[in-house]
Nanobody, 112 residues
Framework: QVQLVESGGGLVQPGGSLRLSCAAS????????MSWYRQAPGKERELVAT????????SVASSVKGRFTISRDNVKKTLYLQMNNLKPEDTAVYYC?????WGQGTQVTVSS
């Protein structure tokens, strides 16, 4: 069955960096668009970034443009989100997504 397992979250100071990973299994990873979403306390889940199957096309939300980069390794079947210059408002649970499937999420907390 489809499985998406996120990792790499944690506590980081403002201005710091983190790289999230999402290990995928149970489907043909290289054939699908993949996305990262996030959900902050009391807010709706929002789309952060999307990447095409071969990785040649990406899009990111305006709130993270220039700071976050989505990428993928189709051999390792892994999705990444490089997050730089993190801000307190980036605090959220980050989810890997493929269509109707979601990972369990990984907590990112940005605080001094």
């Amino acid at each position: 069955q489809v499985q998406l397992v996120e990792s790499g979250g944690g506590l980081v100071q403002p201005g710091g960096s983190l790289r999230l990973s999402c290990a995928a299994s149970g489907f043909t990873f290289s054939s699908d668009y993949m996305s990262w979403y996030r959900q902050a306390p009391g807010k709706e889940r929002e789309l952060v970034a999307t990447i095409s199957p071969a990785g040649g096309s990406t899009s990111v939300a305006s709130s993270v443009k220039g700071r976050f980069t989505i990428s993928r390794d189709n051999v390792k079947k892994t999705l990444y989100l490089q997050m730089n210059n993190l801000k307190p408002e980036d605090t959220a649970v980050y989810y890997c997504n493929r269509g109707s499937r979601w990972g369990q999420g990984t907590q990112v907390t940005v605080s001094s």
